[in-house]
């Protein structure tokens, strides 16, 4: 009985290492253009955001080293006010800042912004959750005096 031949892991036009194999995954080569191999990618400048919640729910955290700014909390509708008139979310960078920085930004704080917008997100996602259990006993109270 024959075995089923694997496809081989790179197309034959590939270049090959000077060795004459094909490079590996593990090395990184001939990945493409704007490819990162490593095993770890660190940049000091994240910041932790529990901040988020503890402003939101009134709570004290432990002061921390690297602590990410907090912006004033914006409800639902401040938030879609805001990004209708700039273009872009509250704890994210816009356009325009980031010209003025030279269309530079570090993981870190790139890193920090998107875990406050999904903190943010999450937020918005409790206060809809509260607005429509709300809305969803009145229409139980209309329909029971009916």
Not at 1 to 8: D, I, K, L, V
Not at 77 to 86: G, L
Not at 135 to 144: G, M, N, P, V
Request: charged share 30%; proline share 5%.
């Amino acid at each position: 009985m024959r075995r089923a031949r694997c496809p081989p892991a790179w197309p034959p036009d590939r270049a090959r290492t000077r060795a004459g194999r094909r490079p590996s995954l593990r090395n990184g080569l001939s990945q493409g253009a704007g490819t990162i191999n490593a095993k770890g990618l660190f940049d000091d400048g994240v910041g932790v955001s529990d901040a988020e919640f503890a402003q939101h729910y009134g709570k004290e955290l432990e002061p921390v080293k690297k602590a990410a700014a907090v912006k004033p909390y914006m409800n639902f509708e401040e938030t879609r006010a805001f990004v209708q008139d700039s273009l872009h979310l509250p704890t994210m960078i816009g356009l325009k800042e980031w010209k003025k920085r030279g269309e530079t930004i570090s993981l870190g704080e790139l890193t920090t912004q998107l875990w406050q917008t999904i903190e943010r997100q999450h937020l918005h996602m409790t206060e809809m959750a509260d607005k429509i259990a709300a809305l969803e006993q009145k229409l139980k109270t209309l329909e029971a005096k009916q």
